[in-house]
């Protein structure tokens, strides 16, 4: 999200007189865009920010302008803090010097894959999170600007476009008529030229029957899918407030494997969650051994000042324990990953090429999985099979 955020405010300042420049010495105006989901990223970011004060007071006239998730829907008491930073703009906000101007729109350059935010913000409250607190509450873009700006990408020679949302599953409830995500998707999979859909992230309670069909029968919607579980455990998965249980959460699984067959499903994992005993960490694990998700993003659990679990729960997991939790389900999850890529060896795939990296193509399959091979020419933007020749848990390579 803060990556299609920062794309779309460097189109909009490109469009206004701005140019880029190689460093902040060099600059005018900085604008630095916060990412503050953990707590040590916000310290980072804070860091960045004092480091500025030095260069604004060589330089006076120079503009500083924060961003992101550190501001959140109310930073007045930032500027008591920051006096020298003259903007502080909430979330998808663009400064009241660029005004008339729309960010949804400001579509930055085309790229054969690009990234289109659909909602904002996020009304669940998980106990662990800080995210509707700096984000706000869920605000859905209206469908008809979200096909335009699609349509507008695809006749820049976009090829794929991935939806993003804090909690997509959510889009549409607060427009006119109620349209949700699968009708986002039917309209987008109209388009003429656009050949691959995304969307994430989704939580496991907005997974509806109706959601699944239009996974598993609208071509351009890929078969990938992320689908954070957190936990193994419901006494956590209580904690945590998420409002499934295991057998629920396995119950989507079996459902989306059984419409969707082959389908990729990715998930998000926290270790070390107060009061996680070694009992439940095992939940997690055999949670993991029995699905096999094709990606496990995992991290230990750090205390985030604001939110629920910080003011309710004692952060009672030592840091040994959550690194040996950790390196744990990191190695599950290479273990299982290494197994499923090996049975992609000597197979065909579809692959949409996006980059080029030292030489070598890259693309991914419509699960997802990232295949490089060599070859002559411009191939950027092309739809090509790709045979399997080497594997690793990470990616594929191949001719």
Known sequence: MNKAESDRLAVLLDSSGYQQVSSPAEADLIVLNSCVVRQHAEDRFINRLYLLESLKKIRPALRIVVTGCFVGPKGDHLKERFPYVDDFLAPGEIPCWLSGHSLDFSLPKPKVCALVPIIQGCNNFCSYCIVPYRRGREKSRPLEDIVLEVERLVAGGTKEVTLLGQNIGAYGHDLPGSPDLATLLEKLNQI??????????????????????SMSGLEKVCEEISLPVQSGDDDILKSMRRDYTVDYYRAVISELRCLIPGVAISTDVIVGFPGESEAAFEGTLQLLRDIEFDTV??????????????????????????????????????????????????????????DNIDGHWMGRTRTGKKVFFGGQGDLLGSMVICRIDKTSPWSLHGI
């Not at 656009?194 to 994430?200: G, V, W």
């Not at 000042?305 to 939790?325: C, F, L, N, Q, W």
Request: no cysteine.
């Open 192 to 213: 003429e030229g656009l050949a691959r859909i995304r969307f994430l992230t989704n939580h496991p309670r907005d997974m509806s029957p109706r959601l699944l069909r």
């Open 297 to 354: 993003h995992v991290a230990a659990y750090s205390t985030r000042p604001g939110t629920i679990a910080s003011r309710e729960y004692k952060d009672d997991v030592s840091p040994d324990e959550k690194k040996k939790r950790l390196r744990a389900v990191e190695g599950l999850e290479r273990e299982i990953a290494t197994r499923k890529n090996a049975e992609l060896l000597g197979t065909e795939v579809e692959i949409l090429i996006e």
